[in-house]
């Protein structure tokens, strides 16, 4: 994100600053617009992997409830026998959110990987 922030024209908030706009007004109407792609991206990539998370629920949490699907598919292994069917399902649950949204914000999220590795 500091890439991407950088690499707003200095010249569009100057522009922005001539015409009179506030710095709240430069930077939703002038800046937001601008680094949207990459504010896509992390957007996706911190849904990635704290959707993923296993470790820290594993160890913190007590509750059956309240733990994530991760650490529930872990759960169907058995010490004498596997639910293969049950980790299947736990599997495709846990990913088809994953997909979803990547296939929502694909275009977003190319453009903003690929904008903050140019130079």
């Known amino acids: 994100m500091r890439t991407v922030m950088h690499d707003v024209p200095d010249e ?16 939703v109407s002038v800046v937001l617009p601008v680094v949207r792609p990459g504010l896509m991206s992390l957007t996706l990539i911190v849904f990635l992997f704290s ?5 820290l629920p594993l160890v913190v949490l007590q509750t059956e409830a309240l733990k ?11 010490r004498y ?6 980790i299947a399902a736990a599997g495709l649950i846990a990913f088809a959110p994953l997909v979803i949204l ?3 914000l694909q275009r977003s999220f190319v453009r903003g990987l690929s904008a903050g590795a140019v130079k």
Request: net charge negative.
């Open 51 to 55: 959707w993923q998370e296993y470790l």
């Open 102 to 104: 990547f296939l929502l």
């Open 81 to 86: 026998g596997v639910d293969y069917g049950g």
């Open 12 to 27: 569009l908030i100057e522009a922005s600053t001539m015409d009179g706009a506030s710095l709240v007004r430069t930077f």
């Open 68 to 78: 994530p699907i991760t650490v529930g598919a872990a759960s169907l292994q058995g």
